[in-house]
């Protein structure tokens, strides 16, 4: 039986644990909820609208920054819950 979370390699039949996924940070949430609610990327190249969105990061206020990593430690919280009930 393989755990849960586990990868197993085709030929081998040996069994690797996955590394767990990091959590997003406050500016991969930011970035993602520019891109969903915004019209300032709309239309913009990959590269491009991730400068727009870096200068935005860059120049919004620490307590705007602060929403974004409560999120992030919300987020975590719940992570950790679900896996305790588990």
């Not at 990327?41 to 990959?46: A, F, I, R, T």
């Not at 409560?70 to 009930?85: A, E, P, Y």
């Amino acid at each position: 039986m393989v755990e849960e979370g586990a990868v197993v390699d085709g030929g081998s039949g040996v069994t690797l644990t996955a590394p767990p996924k990091r959590p997003q940070s406050a500016f991969q949430l930011f970035s993602k909820w520019i891109r969903n609610e915004s019209d300032l990327v709309k239309g913009l190249k990959v590269t491009d609208a991730q400068k727009v969105i870096g200068e935005q990061w860059k120049s919004l206020e620490r307590e705007k920054r602060q929403v974004f990593a409560s999120l992030v430690l919300l987020m975590i919280s719940r992570s950790s819950r679900v896996k305790l009930l588990n």
